[in-house]
C-alpha cells in the first residue's frame, strides 16, 4: 500500500484567527517502506498524522491532496472517509494517554464502536475481522466463535470485567434477524486462476493442500471442471502472499499447471446475519453495484457474509453506493460523532 501526499496545508481554528501547522506538506511512501518524521514538539507531526485519518472540529483541510494506492483519499470529507477508518488508514500515537480520552474506558470506546455497526455477535465480528474491517483481530475473533466464548475487552484502569460479547449460538439471531451489520472492502489481495494442462481431478485438493502447507489463507475458492475442456480453478490471497504462492506452486512441476495472477483487484462484503436464507441481499448488492458500473466477479456467501471482487480503482465507490443502498449512512455519521468524543 503506498500513500503521496501534494501540497498539503491543514489549519486550527482559534480565537486569535487562523493557526496552519500544516503548511504545503509534500511526500510519498512507497509499498514495504517506513517513513520517520522529526521536528520540535508543536511544529505539526501529529496534526500531520490526523490529518489523514480525521479532521477533528478546529481543523481545516485548506489544500492539497493525498492518495492511498494510487486513488484519492477525501480526508475534507469525514463520511466519505468513514470506509477507510479502521480498514486502509489508521493513526496508532506513541502515548497511551494522548491517544485515548482518559475520561471513557477502552471498553466503552470499543463496544460503542461495534453497536454502532450493529455488531453484537462474535461470528460477526470474526466475519468482519476477515473481510477487512480490522476491528478485533480476525484469528481472536474467530476462535471465540467456534468455541462459544466471551470476548471479554478489559479496562486498563480497573480490575473489572470491562465489555463482555457473549459467546453461544447465534442461532435465535439468525433465525430473527435478516440485517446489514457492516459494508468491509479488502483492497490488498490478488485473484489466482490455475489452469491444468495435463489430466487430473484432484486439482483443487492438490493446489489447496500445497497452500495449506505454506500457512497461505484463501478465500473465494471457486471450481470449473472435470467435463469442460480445461480444468482450473481460482481463488483470493492476500496481496503479500502473492510470491509465496508462485513459489509453493511453481516448485511443484509434476502438477503441470499454469498460474495467472491479477492483483488490481479488490474484495466487497456484506456482513450480516442469515445470509443464505435471505438471498435478496447478494441480489440487492449485485444489482446496486451494476448500476453504478462497478464490476463484479467471484461472488461468495456464507450465513454471515456475501463478497464480491470488484476493480480496485472502484472499491471505495463500491462500499460509499452499498452504504446508501442498506442505509448505513447515519451509522458512519454516528460511529464518526463518537469517534470525535
Request: glycine share 10%; with cysteine.
Amino acid at each position: 500500500m503506498s500513500v503521496k501526499v501534494e501540497n498539503l496545508s491543514i489549519a486550527y481554528r482559534t480565537r486569535a484567527g487562523e493557526v496552519r501547522p500544516v503548511d504545503d506538506v509534500s511526500f510519498s511512501v512507497a509499498d514495504g517502506e517506513i517513513m520517520g518524521l522529526a521536528g520540535e514538539s508543536g511544529c505539526g507531526k501529529s496534526t500531520l498524522g490526523n490529518s489523514l485519518v480525521y479532521l477533528e472540529g478546529r481543523m481545516k483541510h485548506l489544500g492539497g491532496r493525498v492518495e492511498l494506492d494510487g486513488a484519492d483519499l477525501p480526508i475534507a470529507d469525514g463520511r466519505a472517509m468513514q470506509p477507510h477508518r479502521l480498514t486502509t488508514v489508521s493513526l496508532v500515537p506513541q502515548y497511551a494517554m494522548s491517544a485515548l480520552n482518559p475520561t471513557r474506558r477502552i471498553g466503552r470506546l470499543t463496544t460503542d464502536l461495534l453497536r454502532s455497526h450493529g455488531v453484537r455477535d462474535p461470528g460477526v465480528m470474526a466475519e468482519m475481522a476477515f473481510s477487512g474491517a480490522k476491528v478485533l483481530h480476525s484469528r481472536a475473533a474467530e476462535l471465540a466463535a467456534m468455541n462459544n466464548l466471551e470476548i471479554h475487552i478489559r479496562n486498563s484502569f480497573t480490575r473489572g470485567l470491562g465489555t463482555i460479547v457473549p459467546g453461544g449460538s447465534s442461532e435465535e439471531m439468525l433465525e430473527n434477524r435478516g440485517v446489514i451489520a457492516a459494508v468491509t472492502h479488502d483492497p490488498d489481495i490478488a485473484r489466482v486462476i490455475v489452469r491444468c494442462r495435463g489430466r487430473r481431478t484432484n486439482l483443487t485438493a492438490d493446489v489447496l493442500a500445497v497452500l495449506a502447507n505454506c500457512s497461505v489463507p484463501v478465500d473465494l475458492v471457486a471450481h470449473f471442471g472435470p467435463h469442460e475442456e480445461e480444468l482450473r480453478m481460482g481463488f483470493t490471497v492476500r496481496r503479500g502472499d502473492v510470491q509465496k504462492v508462485r513459489s509453493a506452486l511453481g516448485a511443484i512441476a509434476q502438477m503441470d499447471i499454469d498460474v495467472e495472477v491479477t492483483e488490481k483487484v479488490a474484495k466487497l462484503s456484506l456482513v450480516g446475519m442469515g445470509l443464505l436464507n435471505r438471498p435478496e441481499y447478494t441480489t440487492r448488492m449485485l444489482s446496486t453495484l451494476a448500476r453504478a458500473g462497478i464490476s463484479t466477479s467471484w461472488v461468495s456467501a456464507t450465513q454471515l457474509r456475501a463478497s464480491v471482487t470488484v476493480p480496485l480503482d472502484k472499491v471505495i465507490d463500491g462500499v460509499n453506493v452499498l452504504h446508501r443502498e442498506f442505509e448505513l449512512e447515519r451509522v458512519g455519521q454516528d460511529a464518526s460523532s463518537m469517534a470525535s468524543a
